[in-house]
């Protein structure tokens, strides 16, 4: 008895003997012990002894099953690498890696073709990189660091005869940072602009449709349209994450096409923004998904974007291969939340604090990080009480939301609110003492 799920990367592995002719083995050298002489098959004993194989063999499988069922939804932390260690479990439990943050962008140009009479298909393929400040300041500190984002892909442009020697696109591209972690989240501004910095990009045409001749030139070439902050980048998973991915494996392996099953199957998505999986179906029988795309959200007024892009192609293509023989799915794009409103947090450092500028630094990390994980976020859960500890773990003193800032709210799973919604101002030092004043209290000796 062996779960073997392809579409999780795992392969078969069992956690207690269900091979028949092991287990008649372990019979016959058990009755050895016993007998104190060899055993051979027309022994009566060990025919006596194979009659009970096969409940013998139904348990062990039985045994298995319930292991496997439950280990992993117990289990936490290291003692999850552990048992991988020690089952031999190939992808099952395997922890992600840290991973960049990504920049989406919108690629914009005019593709010129040279023979007009037939149809024909051009292949685009682009790369492109910018050089992104670490630090948010307008203008940026000349002393500042710069991390690198680059990209590059593929895709395809249709001409029709109708169509004439031009097109118009507007295509979604992204970069990824090649330095992994979550510290580069929310980097630039939240909006849509050119940059950062001279980034054009290096673009050429293939003819694939067949079009004998056909040469593809590209005009007005802009620098690419920024969409928003930079955003998903992640540190290694850490043992809380780790442990809600295994209890969702544990579900899914168990319940094919369960709401766990779709989690599991879209986790390693990270271009798109966000996305989430209704707990339950619709009206109509159907799996619901709801997709977050900044790259979409951003799209320029009074256009189309020519292509929905590599980010929500990727995510369509996991969609269709879950589902299962006699499911349907329906898709649709999350919108902006415009009623949430602010959160405004404002803090203060220990009044003995040294080295101001890394103390300051240190809480803007955790706060980055904070509002990583739920801007942007479809159906995200906004607790003041988690903002304000995630300052305090920083190592604020004191830390506070502005009394007009939004109340604890959870998102419907097609709405997100941008990253921009989320302020944190530095207060100074605290004016109370870090020690405990006294009073008048009793001193105590052991």
């Not at 579409?7 to 104190?36: C, I, N, P, Y």
């Not at 073709?113 to 500190?141: I, K």
């Not at 996305?275 to 619901?288: F, T």
Request: aromatic share 10%.
């Amino acid at each position: 008895m062996a779960d073997n799920i392809p579409r999780f990367g795992a392969s078969d592995f069992w956690l207690v003997q269900t091979d028949a002719a092991q287990l008649r083995e372990q019979l016959r050298s058990a009755l050895e012990t016993v007998l104190g002489r060899p055993v051979v098959d027309a022994d009566p004993h060990m025919v006596l002894a194979s009659a009970f194989l096969p409940f013998f063999v139904q348990g062990q499988a039985s045994a298995d099953a319930c292991a496997k069922a439950t280990l992993r939804a117990f289990a936490v932390g290291q003692d999850l690498d552990r048992i991988a260690d020690s089952t031999c479990v190939v992808g099952y439990l395997n922890r992600m890696p840290a991973r960049g943050a990504v920049l989406a962008f919108q690629l914009h140009c005019t593709i010129r073709r040279s023979v007009l009479a037939v149809p024909s298909v051009c292949r685009v393929s682009w790369s492109a990189s910018a050089q992104v400040p670490t630090d948010n300041s307008v203008p940026v500190p000349e002393a500042t660091d710069f991390v690198t984002f680059s990209g590059s892909g593929d895709f395809d442009i249709e001409f029709l005869t109708t169509d004439g020697a031009v097109k118009e696109i507007w295509v979604p591209v992204y970069l990824t940072c090649e330095e992994t972690g979550a510290r580069y989240n929310g980097l630039c501004r939240e909006e849509r602009s050119y940059g950062p910095g001279a980034i054009a990009p290096t673009l050429t045409g293939t003819e694939v449709g067949g079009a004998a001749g056909q040469g593809y030139s590209f005009e007005d070439v802009d620098q690419l349209w920024r969409c928003g902050a930079s955003y998903n980048g992640a540190d290694a998973e850490s043992d809380e994450d780790f442990a809600r991915r295994v209890a969702w494996q544990s579900k899914a392996l168990r319940v094919p096409g369960s709401h766990e099953y779709y989690l599991l199957a879209l986790s390693e998505l990270y271009r798109l923004a966000s996305w989430a999986v209704a707990p339950m179906v619709d009206s109509e029988g159907r799996v619901q998904f709801a997709w977050a795309d900044k790259a979409s959200y951003w799209e320029p007024s009074g256009t189309e974007l020519t292509m929905r892009g590599p980010a929500y192609d990727e995510f369509l293509r996991i969609v269709k291969g879950s589902l299962m023989v006699e499911q349907r799915g329906y898709v649709y794009e999350a919108t902006f939340d415009p009623g949430t409103g602010w959160f405004t947090m404002s803090y203060e450092l220990p009044a003995d604090t040294a080295d101001v500028d890394s103390a300051r630094a240190a809480v803007a990390d955790a706060w980055r990080l904070y509002t990583s994980n739920v801007a942007w976020k479809c159906g995200a859960i906004l607790r003041r009480s988690d903002m304000v500890a995630a300052v305090m773990r920083a190592g604020a003193s004191r830390a506070w939301l502005d009394p007009t800032s939004a109340h604890d709210i959870t998102l419907p799973l097609d709405r997100f609110i941008t990253l921009d919604r989320f302020v944190l101002i530095y207060n100074g030092l605290s004016t109370d003492s870090s020690a405990p004043a006294g009073g008048s209290g009793e001193e105590v000796v052991p």
